[in-house]
């Protein structure tokens, strides 16, 4: 199985390569066209400010080619926002796969979310396996609200969506690669769709 993670510039690479290792894989880190293509499972991270980051996917190419990828995509935390539709962190026009806008979180909480919380309302077999009110790690200031395409729910002030799924895109607020036991089984389950 080819695994790409996409190397843009804006992502904790890193760790999400070491955690597919941990389940005996291996991923290549890329920003080749064809590479990335002819994956059979694709990991698109983010870390950092949407507006840099959709810069660096516009500079590249890969903001027109990301939309049009076939296989099953996997958005990370920044990486699952800039898969909706747009952000209000740097008044930012996203890829437009998921149709949320993507917000920050109002002053009635502590911005940055940090930490673990809980995952519920689990809709996709992205979860297989996992049970409801499970712990996941977050890190975000910005979170894209509920909508017809959220498969996960966390709470934090509000309900907001943890995951998102449309077609063969998946998204996750949460940082699989770093939420133990639980995030192991979830990017078992997206390596094996």
């Known amino acids: 199985m080819k695994i790409v993670i ?3 510039g804006a992502g904790n ?6 955690a597919i290792k941990r389940l005996g894989y291996e991923a290549v880190l890329s920003s080749d066209v064809s590479e990335i293509e002819n994956a059979d499972k694709v990991i698109f991270p983010g870390v950092g400010e949407a507006s840099s980051a959709m810069k660096k996917l516009r500079d590249s190419g890969l903001d027109k080619l990301i939309p049009t990828l076939k296989q099953p ?6 990486g699952m926002q800039l898969m909706c539709h747009s952000s209000e962190e740097g008044n930012t026009t996203g890829l437009g796969i998921f149709d949320v806008d993507v917000v920050k979180f109002d002053s009635s909480v502590k911005v940055p979310q940090i930490g673990w919380n809980q995952i519920n309302k689990l809709k ?3 979860f297989h ?7 996941i790690y977050l890190v975000h200031s910005f979170y894209a609200p509920l909508c017809i395409e959220t498969i996960a729910e966390c709470s934090y002030g509000l309900d907001y969506t943890a995951a998102l799924k449309k077609d063969n895109f998946y998204g996750t607020q949460f940082h699989p690669e770093k939420s133990s036991g639980v995030g192991e ?3 078992k389950n997206f390596l094996n769709m």
């Open 6 to 8: 996409i190397n843009y």
């Open 13 to 18: 690479i890193q760790s999400i390569k070491f």
């Open 73 to 78: 995509v996997l958005g990370i935390c920044l």
């Open 124 to 126: 996709s077999d992205l």
């Open 129 to 135: 396996g996992v049970t409801e009110n499970e712990h």
């Open 185 to 187: 089984k979830i990017l």
